[in-house]
Structures are given as structure tokens and as C-alpha cells.
């Protein structure tokens, strides 16, 4: 399609650098709150989950096996973008509910499912989503497990793919260069994985909350990859899975597995932060508001939970999403509305529904795919010490070349998108967006091979490489990195075809 051949998925031989002159221009973000919905003339289709990938498209799951790659029209704007179908996953495999991570190569794994096919059954099956080629090819699944399920996952800052087996306390990483699976240790695990979410924290260890499904205990976990071993973060004061249930579910020659309640999604903020979301606390399902609560991962209180407000209108999340707003507001999907948390209250916000399949975008606005498209813009600007800075850059850049940039926090300071346990789809990787001064078109150039899918990593240097679009167009540009919606101070880049 021709738009995506604007978007750039070739990758050309590599290049030299010279400097890069910054611009004094704001960071562009959100100002003001606005709700623009689009249903009869959506050029998107319905998504069971969207995915923000390295060169700023979508990728959608949609129902009966499809998947489609869309983009945004020629002036940035996702709502008025295109859609083309995209490769189909390998026969047989066709899963919802599944461990999902953008690696730092830019292709997309998937891993497990509640279901397969329509059929609730717990699946091994995996792929792995090649957005220059534009195929998927099969994923083995680590020695021993005969089901993955919906299990929690995150990228670790050396580029493994971290992921748990729904059943058991058993950990797992993915190889990105051999794809290839290894176990690893997982000494202390207090309870098994079922239905926990992972939240990488700033020291690159995990952050959990157990959902034991008998004893219903507060107990949080962390995970630290480099030892190996889990240990608890404490209590959270207060309870936020819902109840288990007490019966005995047989797999795996006659093992019991108790069903684990539900949890809500848990966010990383600017600030350090985790707040933490909860499901129904009442004696019957779907009733009564959930509580919150909120870790702190330095200062006074570092490695400590303080409990938080519970949510409004007697809502609460259950399997629900949550994305770090650009201004660092957490904005909670729950059962009956969608709410702002601001690190004091909850705030509802007014005439938007969780329509399904949200994501953030590059601009810093979400976007729903579930029904139609629905794009909001959050209130509020980041803090500057939020936004990546360019270092080194190229002066001159060429369409289809590769260069490397350099600078400061590139893949932002949090995952900036949760669910209660699977389906993740964070953001936390660069995008470099270049910006044509005389028509103002915008071209995202395809990101891979970063340095690092390490969060909230500070001064400390940082480097990616980008791949100038074949279709982009000559003259002088501004570019940006972007991460988690916020973008950087823009440089001054020149296209020039002529050094092709």
C-alpha cells in the first residue's frame, strides 16, 4: 500500500553521522481535552487488541483470523489514517487473551492464549510478526510447557522477552537473536502466575501482585532477572484482586488449578510511582468498587504500598486497560466508565466509554479501535525533564538509508499501557517522526536495534537507529524522537535525494 511504503519498511546500508542543530520550538503535546468520534466513515476495523509498532503504525487483531496494518493520513492524524489487511498468523493459530512485547528489533512476538480458534483452551502456540516483511512465522514455546494461557510478560532492559506460565511459578526468556526460549530461576515465588500483571520498574526488576485464588492475601512480589529470585514488596494494604474460587480444575496428568480472581492494570507514573488498580471487592461478581493502591519506588517511602482512593461510582477494573497520559495522569478503563487518576483523585471522565482496543499514539493522544475509532486528547503537558533529548544525529539524511541517533531516554519512563494480566502493548521504545517544512507531511521512520528497553533510564546515553522512508520527501524537516507520546525538542534535518 502506498501509504505504507511512505511510513518506510526497507532497511538501507548504514551511514555517518554529523551534527544536529536543535530547534527551539515547545515540546508538542497535548493542550486541552477533545473527544473526536468516527464510526460510519472509519477506515478502521473492529480490533480485539492494537499494537503500536517502531515505524508508527497499528497493527490490529481483529475477529475470524485477520490482522491489519494502518496509518495516519499524510498530516499525522491516526483518525483519518488507512488501513491495508495484513499477514495471517500460521494455520491453526489464532489465539485471544496471549503474552504479547514489540521487541527492540522491531517485530512482534505473541505467546499463548486463553483461546485458540473461537475454543476457550489454554495454547502453547506462539508467533512472531515481521513488520518489514509483513509475515508471521512460528514460535516455539520453552521445553516443558504444554500451555502458556494468558500470561503476564515484559521486556527486560538487555532486549530478552520475560514471560511466565500461566499455571505454575514457572518463568521464562526469549532469545531475540536465536528465538529460542530458556528457563530461568524463579526461587520464592509466593503463588503461581495466573492472572498477574508485570510492571517493569526504573532498576529493570518486576514489579506484581499476587492473586493467590483461596487465601486472597495482599501480598505484592518482585522479580529481579539478574539473581533470579523473587521476594515480596510487601503488603498492599488493601485487597485488590477479586475473589477466587475454591474448586479444582484438572490438567496436566490430574493437577488442580484453583481459578484466580481478577486484578486491574497497574502504572509506572513519571514520578516513580506504581498505581496499582483493583477488581470487584463485593460477595457477589461485578459488585462492589474496587480498591487502589500505590507503590513508591524511591524517596521516604521507597518499597512501600500506601493505600489510594477506591474508585468512583462503585466501578472497578477488571481485566481492564490503563495508559500513562503524556501529562503522566493515568487514565483507568473500568467496567462502567474511564477515569483520570492525577496522583491525588479520581476524576471521571466525562463522555468517553472504553470502546475497546485502546492504545497510545505517537501524537500523545488514545486511540479505540473496538467500535468505529475514537481518539481522545488528554489534558495537560509533560515536564520537560520528561521528554528524550538528541545528542548526535545526521544533518542530511537519504530515503532509504539507516542512521544511528543518539540521546536520553528514548523509550520514556514507563511501559505506559497495562492490562490486568495479558495483552500488553506497551510503548516503551523511540519513534523518530520527520516533518517536511514546505508541505508539512509527516514520515515515521522504522526504529530497531536500540540500545536498551530499559525505562526511566535518565542521563545515562542512549541509541537507536531509524530508517529514512523510501517515499519521503526532499527538503528541509524537523525531526523528533517520541516516546510514550512525548516528543523531543525537534533538530533540523535536511532530506536529500541526491544522496541517496
Not at 499524510?74 to 496471549?98: E, F, K, T, V, W
Not at 474511564?338 to 471522565?349: A, C, D, S
Request: glycine share 12%; net charge negative.
Amino acid at each position: 500500500m502506498e501509504r505504507l511504503t511512505r511510513l518506510g519498511l526497507t532497511i538501507g546500508a548504514a551511514a555517518l553521522f554529523a551534527g544536529c542543530s536543535a530547534l527551539q520550538s515547545p515540546i508538542g503535546t497535548p493542550g486541552a481535552t477533545a473527544i473526536d468520534k468516527r464510526t460510519a466513515t472509519s477506515p478502521f476495523p473492529a480490533a480485539n487488541l492494537t499494537f503500536l509498532l517502531t515505524d508508527g503504525s497499528l497493527l490490529l487483531q481483529a475477529g475470524s483470523g485477520n490482522w491489519y496494518r494502518c496509518v495516519p493520513d499524510a498530516r499525522g492524524d491516526y483518525s483519518n489514517g488507512a488501513c491495508s489487511q495484513a499477514a495471517s498468523l500460521p494455520q491453526g493459530y489464532d489465539p485471544y487473551g496471549y503474552a504479547s512485547q514489540v521487541l527492540a528489533d522491531g517485530r512482534l512476538v505473541i505467546s499463548g492464549g486463553e483461546e485458540n480458534r473461537g475454543n476457550f483452551k489454554l495454547t502453547n502456540a506462539g508467533a512472531i510478526y515481521d513488520p518489514v516483511a509483513n509475515t508471521w512465522t512460528p514460535l516455539g514455546h520453552p521445553r516443558g510447557w504444554s500451555w502458556i494461557g494468558d500470561s503476564p510478560s515484559s521486556m527486560l532492559p538487555d532486549e530478552r522477552m520475560l514471560m511466565g506460565q500461566k499455571l505454575t511459578k514457572e518463568d521464562a526468556y526469549l532469545d531475540p537473536t536465536t528465538l529460542r526460549w530458556h528457563h530461568l530461576a524463579d526461587a520464592g515465588k509466593s503463588d503461581i502466575n495466573s492472572e498477574e500483571g508485570w510492571t517493569l520498574l526504573p532498576d529493570g526488576t518486576i514489579l506484581t501482585v499476587d492473586l493467590d485464588a483461596v487465601s486472597q492475601a495482599d501480598n505484592s512480589e518482585i522479580y529481579n532477572p539478574a539473581t533470579g529470585q523473587w521476594k515480596s514488596a510487601g503488603s498492599t494494604i488493601v485487597q485488590l484482586a477479586s475473589p477466587g474460587q475454591d474448586r479444582c480444575i484438572r490438567y496436566a496428568r490430574h493437577r488442580c488449578y484453583r481459578p484466580a480472581g481478577e486484578i486491574g492494570p497497574a502504572m509506572l507514573r513519571p514520578d516513580g510511582t506504581v498505581f496499582a488498580t483493583g477488581s470487584w471487592t463485593g460477595s457477589s461478581p461485578y459488585t462492589g468498587a474496587g480498591h487502589t493502591a500505590i507503590y513508591h519506588t524511591h524517596g521516604r517511602l521507597s518499597g512501600t504500598w500506601t493505600a489510594g482512593p477506591d474508585f468512583p461510582n462503585g466501578d472497578f477494573a477488571a481485566d481492564a486497560y490503563a495508559i500513562l497520559e503524556p501529562s503522566g495522569n493515568v487514565l483507568v478503563f473500568g467496567v462502567y466508565g474511564v477515569y483520570e487518576w492525577n496522583g491525588k483523585t479520581f476524576k471521571e471522565v466525562q463522555g468517553l466509554k472504553d470502546t475497546g482496543a485502546p492504545e497510545l499514539l505517537p501524537t500523545g493522544q488514545v486511540i479505540m479501535l473496538g467500535e468505529g475509532v475514537t481518539v481522545y486528547t488528554p489534558r495537560g503537558s509533560p515536564q520537560t525533564s520528561w521528554a528524550p533529548t538528541i545528542k548526535t544525529c545526521p544533518s542530511t539524511i537519504a530515503p532509504g538509508k539507516t542512521y544511528e541517533i543518539t540521546g536520553t531516554q528514548f523509550n520514556g519512563l514507563s511501559q505506559a499501557a497495562a492490562f490486568g494480566d495479558e495483552n500488553q502493548n506497551a510503548t516503551s521504545f523511540p519513534l523518530v517522526r520527520i516533518t517536511n517544512d514546505a508541505s508539512g507531511h509527516v514520515f515515521y521512520a522504522r526504529t530497531h536495534d536500540h540500545s536498551t528497553m530499559g525505562i526511566a533510564t535518565g542521563a545515562k546515553l542512549v541509541w537507536t537507529y531509524f530508517d529514512v522512508p523510501t517515499g519521503i520527501e526532499d527538503g528541509n524537516s524537523k525531526l523528533v524522537v517520541i516516546a510514550n507520546g512525548i516528543a523531543s525538542k525537534p533538530v533540523r534535518v535536511t532530506v536529500s535525494v541526491a544522496s541517496r
